[in-house]
């Protein structure tokens, strides 16, 4: 059974003004299960932002060891060793080195 209830998405707060300008498309998760569908994106400890309607485009799954800068839509010459250092540092302390990351691509909703 499908739920027609969105999934929400968490992002910290920093990451507002990319996402709503269009600049942050993609998420990479741990753990997550992030379905392909109607979601809610969240900015933890925002002082202003409220929850914004989007969609989750496509969910792609790779090897974090094996991760390139293309696949995580980064910039072509991002130390792709440094970026996986950084989610464990910033966001997820208990991930090994080979584990399986979401690539997210995200859209906002809007308005018409």
Sequence with gaps: MVSAAPNTIHFHRK???????GEKVTTVRWNEDVPVGAAVFVFDEHPTAGPVPGTVIAVHQYR????????????????M????????????????????????????ETSR
């Design 15 to 21: 990451h507002h003004e990319a996402v709503m300008s």
């Design 64 to 79: 974090l060891d094996a991760l390139t800068a293309e696949q995580a839509h980064q910039p072509p010459e991002t130390d």
């Design 81 to 108: 060793q440094l970026f996986a250092q950084q989610l464990r540092e910033n966001y997820y302390p208990d991930m090994p080195s080979d584990a399986v990351v979401e690539v997210t691509q995200l859209a906002i």
